[in-house]
């Protein structure tokens, strides 16, 4: 069975990457092609939407392929588990959302509306939760990082999906309408 769970980590990062990539490629090298037939890649598409969630999409079709109904309850069950205080929750779900979208404003990137009222940055808070750790989380958190940390320690283990990470996010650097391609 840890054989078993070893072999599904190079399949996830492949899946996961052909996802967005491919995605990020098409829009990238045929972007006429792609805007006839997906429309523009902004973050409000579906394109958009099934590029950020690969990992959670991967981490669901393997996870659906080895362990059935069960494996995905199991996998989807994570997402429950509190912990944690709630003070810790409120902070992660409202502060890192909050933190990026500072960040964004900082670097003038963000084509996200000004929040002018609570309601409104509360609703930007969700839609910056919803389209970013929560798209993809579930399948770098928990999916590929209890099966690295099978055989690495949590140092090494952190660190390699990092590099992964990192490098899984380049396309959005280069595709116009993006946040990251306003950044410097």
Known sequence: SNNRQKDMLTPFFVLTFLITWGLGALAIFLPLQFQRLFGELTDTSPMYFLAV????????ILTFVRGGWTGLGSLYGRLVRWRFGLKWYALVLLGIP???????????ASPLKEANT??????????????GPLCEELGWRGFALPRLLKRFTPFTASLILGVIWGVWHLPSFFVGGMEQNAMS
């Open 53 to 60: 969630g690969a990992p959670t999409i991967s981490a669901t």
């Open 98 to 108: 909050a933190v990026g979208w500072i960040a964004a404003r900082v670097t003038g």
């Open 118 to 131: 609570i309601t409104e940055f509360l609703l930007l808070m969700f839609y910056i939760l919803a389209t």
